[in-house]
């Protein structure tokens, strides 16, 4: 049993966007893996995981600015905010773990848990 205080509504919110990211990187069609692992006994880590289109090293580099997007529609804000809500909020990490083009993504959320 791991146990992590969150702001619930927050925290769903990032989930959310992070997986709708992954669905709109696999255009709809392809897998999402969710998993949770204690990492160190005071940390606990969340990965996302798709086998979408992936992340090129340089595109890495500016996810998580407000305004980039490789979408036609949007703001480019998700993953600012996702990130802030985890680092802000929560005291956490969020970053991509890994990406390989033509293969997928996973990112990692990681809390003090």
């Known amino acids: 049993n791991e146990e ?3 702001n619930k509504h927050l925290f769903e919110w990032v989930i959310e966007n992070l997986c709708k990211n992954a669905v709109d990187a696999m255009s709809g069609v392809g897998d999402i893996w969710v998993s ?3 990492i160190s006994p005071n940390r606990i880590a ?3 995981a798709d086998n979408g289109k992936g992340i090129s090293k ?4 500016k996810i998580f600015q ?4 490789t979408k036609k ?3 480019g804000l998700g ?4 990130r802030r809500i985890i680092e802000n909020y929560h005291e956490g ?16 959320i990681i809390l003090r848990g």
């Not at 340089?58 to 580099?61: A, L, V």
């Not at 407000?66 to 997007?69: A, T």
């Not at 993953?79 to 996702?82: D, P, S």
């Not at 990490?93 to 990692?108: A, C, D, Q």
């Open 58 to 61: 340089s595109q890495q580099r």
């Open 79 to 82: 993953l600012t905010l996702a």
């Open 93 to 108: 990490r969020l970053f991509v773990k890994e990406s390989e083009l033509g293969k997928g993504t996973t990112f990692r």
């Open 66 to 69: 407000p305004g980039f997007s």
């Open 4 to 6: 992590v205080e969150i």
């Open 73 to 75: 529609r949007g703001w």
């Open 36 to 38: 949770l692992n204690r």
């Open 46 to 48: 969340i990965d996302i």
